[in-house]
């Protein structure tokens, strides 16, 4: 009798455990689910319960739409693929910042409101997120042509998140702002030196380019 009592205890015990588990994975879920309503694509993964290996093939997806940008308009699909993720997984940041940027300041899209409808979903998840706001403001002030409103928000952005995108749109602002004025000479030298040494090289050509016409050596070191 005396084991039979200690054997129920013991299992109500590991019932409250399992129980208070659950409840956390539970709350877990409510977190990361998206409260909009779904693509047939998102509702499809969600329903099967592959929410996270569905946002990761879509980000597969969004990486060779980003990747084709020189090969034809992709706009519609990166945006719709940055959203369907978003509905997976809408707590993945990097996806909002990604094709936001991409949007905005690749020259053959320039959608900046595709890129703001990206971003404010973002910031209707993760509102306290500095980077969503910094992003915004970013765009909002390439949309108006304030470049140095750009500067501001994307040099402290890239301090944590060093994507080669965001140092080009720098660069470039600071390209034409040494053609004015030579002040601005160790700035675009500072960021031609990091993109020149990007270890893909995407942008080697360019920059080699650049400093020919502005006199430099063909090199920059």
Do not use: C
Not at 91 to 120: C, Q, R
């Amino acid at each position: 009798m005396k084991v039979k009592l200690i054997f129920i205890i013991i299992s109500f015990s590991a019932l409250f455990f399992v129980y208070d588990d659950l409840e956390k994975v539970d709350k877990e879920n409510y977190k990361i689910s998206y409260k909009g309503e779904m693509s047939n694509k998102a509702r499809a993964y969600s329903i099967l319960g592959m929410k996270k290996p569905g946002a990761g093939l879509l980000l597969l997806k969004q990486t060779a739409n980003i990747g084709e940008t020189l090969e034809g308009d992709k706009s519609l699909d990166i945006k719709k693929s940055t959203l369907e993720i978003s509905e997976l997984n809408p707590y993945f940041l990097e996806n909002y910042y990604a094709g936001a940027n991409v949007l905005a300041f690749i020259k053959i899209y320039l959608d900046y409101e595709g890129a703001i409808e990206i971003l404010n979903k973002g910031l209707e998840y993760n509102p306290n997120d500095e980077f969503l706001k910094k992003y915004s403001a970013g765009i909002v002030a390439g949309s108006k042509g304030n470049n140095d409103e750009v500067l501001k928000n994307y040099e402290e952005i890239v301090k944590k998140y060093p994507d080669p995108l965001m140092f080009k749109v720098i660069y470039d602002i600071y390209k034409e702002k040494l053609k004015k004025n030579r002040d601005f000479e160790e700035k675009y030298l500072y960021y031609a030196e990091i993109l020149y040494s990007d270890e893909k090289g995407k942008y080697k050509e360019i920059v080699e380019k650049d400093l020919k016409e502005f006199g430099y050596i063909k090199n920059i070191y």
